[in-house]
């Protein structure tokens, strides 16, 4: 009879991670990481990509501006960039507004590996997507983006408050 229990228990902890939000989307998170990975063939990472697209769309944004449009952590994101620069994708300069911030820029190497990465990426995107019919997905993409604009919204909240 206890063995019957175990199994009961089992099923309900299984069931339980079946319907969690954040185990779902950690997990849907590493797949696509996966994906991502094996289409860029290792020269990027997801966050890399991320921070050489948005500094593409917005030449010279600051630091800070990074971490609140790509939603990377302030010291991961500084972490990433050192590297970045490292490999001549990036370029930094401190700001003319606030001598402390810096300004980000892609170098020449940054556009080429962007260039060469974006078709890569939308194919990622595409089979990461691929097993949602397209209403489901436009619906999938909507929700994420609802997600984290309330978490945001949250999070502006608390630090007014704090």
């Known amino acids: 009879m206890a063995r019957v229990k175990n199994n009961l228990d089992e099923l309900e902890k299984t069931d339980q991670l079946e319907r969690s939000a954040i185990h779902l989307l ?9 994906v991502f990975q094996a289409e860029i063939d290792g ?13 593409a769309q917005n030449e010279g944004l600051s630091q800070t501006d990074l971490v609140e449009r790509t939603g990377i952590d302030r010291s991961t994101l500084a972490d990433v960039i050192r590297r970045m620069i ?3 994708l990036l370029q930094r300069r401190r700001t003319r507004e606030d001598a402390r911030a810096y300004a980000v820029k892609l ?34 993409l909507k929700g994420l983006r ?12 608390q630090a007014k408050s704090a």
């Not at 020269?43 to 500094?55: F, K």
């Open 146 to 157: 609802e997600i984290i604009r309330s978490v945001n919204v949250g999070e502006a909240e």
């Open 26 to 34: 950690h997990r849907a998170s590493q797949c696509a990481s996966d």
């Open 43 to 55: 020269e990027l990472t997801p966050r890399q990509y991320a921070i050489l697209l948005t500094v």
């Open 107 to 140: 170098t020449e190497e940054g556009w080429r590996v962007l260039r060469q990465t974006e078709p890569l990426a939308r194919r990622a995107d595409e089979k990461v997507l691929s097993v949602l019919s397209v209403v489901d997905r436009e619906r999938f």
């Open 86 to 88: 490292k490999k001549g």
